[in-house]
């Protein structure tokens, strides 16, 4: 029976970006192919690790990194490299901001890789397959929406000027690990993210979702977005959201007016 845990050396990175990565990881074990950071093996009183990991994660702008560059890796093991300047021996390089759909393709590649070196499948891993290969997609599009932190006021608005427009498919994950989940799972046309609300990473899910839907409409709502807040909080908000791939921002509690606005660019 195959193993089919790929072990992952994380160096470097914010802890937002770990935070990121660490939800990923506990969300592939639902999955066939399961990721878990790598924790090395110590043999009994020599100090020495005795196993390493199958893939190695390397933020090209920390300290760390310049080891990566000065040693070529073990046999097996890849490099994903995340950054400028990256070493030859480097199986994968990533840019900034991070792409968290791209690290996912090229974690199953590495999957995809260590089964030809068991003899197990006859493939050609030269480029990374799409994540999205790996669920199974209705033939005809469904146009869906992602609603993350809106209350019950923002949500029923929302969802009827959504069905307006032809957007009748709604989900509504109940913390930011099941919306990590959804993101990676599907197509949207809109995500609407409530960022004061503090009981999901807001922040982080718009970026995510910026990510994998570039097209999309990625609406961010404030009500430090209103008229009536202070200037430096909606400069504030403006610049953060803009950070974050927010497209279109707009005050709470929703206006009816405010969002006819922002349905026209679903038509």
């Not at 043999?43 to 196993?51: E, H, P």
């Not at 190695?56 to 760390?64: I, N, T």
């Not at 000065?70 to 199986?91: F, L």
Request: charged content about 25%; proline content about 5%.
């Amino acid at each position: 029976m195959l193993n089919l845990r790929i072990h992952v050396g994380v160096v470097g990175f914010s802890d937002v970006e770990r935070h990121a990565l660490n939800t990923i990881f506990r969300l592939s074990e639902e999955r066939e192919v399961a990721y878990a950071p790598w924790v090395p093996l110590v043999a009994q009183g020599s100090g020495i690790s005795v196993t390493g990991p199958e893939v190695v994660l390397v933020d090209g702008e920390s300290a760390e990194a310049v080891l990566f560059h000065a040693k070529p890796s073990p046999e097996g093991q890849r490099v994903i490299w995340v950054g400028d300047e990256a070493p030859d021996h480097a199986w994968r390089v990533l840019g900034r901001p991070m792409s968290w759909s791209s690290l996912l393709e090229d974690l199953d590649a590495v999957y995809a890789a260590r089964q030809v070196d068991s003899g197990f499948l006859d493939l050609d891993i030269s480029s990374p397959g799409r994540l999205d290969e790996l669920v199974d997609r209705p033939k005809v599009p469904i146009r869906r929406a992602l609603l993350v932190g809106l209350d019950a006021g923002d949500s029923a608005l929302l969802q009827s000027q959504l069905a307006a427009v032809g957007v009748e498919e709604v989900d509504a994950p109940r913390s930011t690990e099941q919306a990590v989940d959804w993101i990676s799972r599907h197509e949207y046309q809109c995500g609407a993210f409530n960022i004061d609300n503090h009981q999901v990473d807001a922040w982080l899910l718009s970026r995510l979702f910026a990510e994998r839907n570039p097209h999309a409409m990625n609406l961010g709502l404030s009500e430090h977005a209103s008229p009536l807040a202070a200037w430096w909080s909606r400069r504030r908000v403006r610049k953060d959201s803009h950070r974050s791939g927010i497209n279109a921002l707009v005050s709470r509690p929703l206006s009816r007016a405010e969002l006819l606005l922002c349905m026209e660019r679903l038509r």
